[in-house]
């Protein structure tokens, strides 16, 4: 059974940083390609960045340059460190990872940039 678990959400003021973290379990963490997506209210859910086995990494453009995404195999634990926060990055914050055509998410974590 594949479980994905986030953590690290929270309330900040513009400019803040916060890192999320996404542990897995079920899953030979290191093969897999991990994601970071966001829903806002009333909007659709995004793409933020991916990063694959070998560290390739992904990002949205509107996060580029604010936002890294980086993994630790040993610890099955993908993270997002996000700086320079704008209250247009508010949204639940969701892991994702595929396998076998089927696609796996936790259940998020909620981040309000608001001054």
């Known amino acids: 059974q594949v479980q994905l678990v986030e953590s690290g959400g929270g309330l900040v003021q513009p400019g803040d940083s916060l890192r999320l973290s996404c542990e897995a379990s079920g899953i030979i963490f290191s093969l897999y390609v991990m994601g970071w997506f966001r829903q806002a209210a009333g909007k659709q859910r995004e793409l933020v960045a991916t990063?694959?086995?070998?560290?390739?990494?992904y990002y949205a453009d509107s996060v580029k340059g604010r936002f890294t995404i980086s993994r630790d195999n040993a610890k099955n634990t993908v993270y997002l460190q996000m700086n320079s926060l704008k209250p247009e990055d508010t949204a639940v914050y969701y892991c994702?990872?595929?396998?076998?055509?089927?696609?796996?998410w936790g259940r998020g974590t909620q981040v309000t940039v608001s001054s």
């Open positions: 994702k990872t595929s396998r076998n055509s089927r696609d796996y």
């Open positions: 990063i694959r086995s070998g560290q390739e990494t």
